[in-house]
Nanobody
Framework: QVQLVESGGGLVQPGGSLRLSCAAS????????RGWYRQAPGKQRELVAD???????NYADSVKGRFTISRDNTKNTVYLQMNSLKPEDTAVYYC????????WGQGTQVTVSS
């Protein structure tokens, strides 16, 4: 079973940036489409960005133009560069396959607040 470890979250002011990382325990992770999800308090988990096995990227409208997903298959890792952060981006961020196919990691908390 692939294990996922997210990191890079933190507290940032509105307009700031963060770069999240998701490291997988197996290169099986590289075979399938991968994505970043987030879950805000009281809300359902949502997909915000995904990258296909071919490298095509897709974004939710709420983050388009501000977030960039990328990958490094040599490290079994996907990244999420988040710029121009807004308070409504506050959530726990997770990575997984798209659709999800692995146990969820612990996630990484992103808090956008002044």
């Amino acid at each position: 079973q692939v294990q996922l470890v997210e990191s890079g979250g933190g507290l940032v002011q509105p307009g700031g940036s963060l770069r999240l990382s998701c490291a997988a325990s197996s290169n099986i992770f590289n075979i399938y489409n991968r994505g970043w999800y987030r879950q805000a308090p009281g809300k359902q988990r949502e997909l915000v960005a995904d990258i296909t096995s071919a490298g095509t990227t897709n974004y939710a409208d709420s983050v388009k133009g501000r977030f960039t997903i990328s990958r490094d298959n040599t490290k079994n890792t996907v990244y999420l560069q988040m710029n121009s952060l807004k308070p409504e981006d506050t959530a726990v961020y997770y990575c997984n396959g798209v659709p999800p196919r692995y146990y969820w990691g612990q996630g990484t908390q992103v808090t956008v607040s002044s």
